[in-house]
């Protein structure tokens, strides 16, 4: 990876962690958040249920 992707990669980072403590509805962001890198992961052809983290 490039070193601007990973610095662009780290500043979109920075930013959604800002989202989610600004946030009125945290779990709502936080949900939102996670919709939009699956969608990417899977354009990628990675299976996100792989990721899945159990409570």
Do not use: C, H, P, W
């Not at 709502?28 to 990628?44: M, T």
Request: proline residues 0%.
């Amino acid at each position: 990876m490039a070193e601007k992707e990973m610095i662009n990669n780290l500043i979109d980072v920075y930013i959604n962690l800002q989202r989610i403590d600004i946030a009125d509805d945290t779990k709502k962001e936080i949900d939102n958040q996670i919709r939009a890198v699956k969608a990417k992961l899977e354009s990628f052809g990675i299976i996100t249920s792989d990721l899945t983290i159990n409570k």
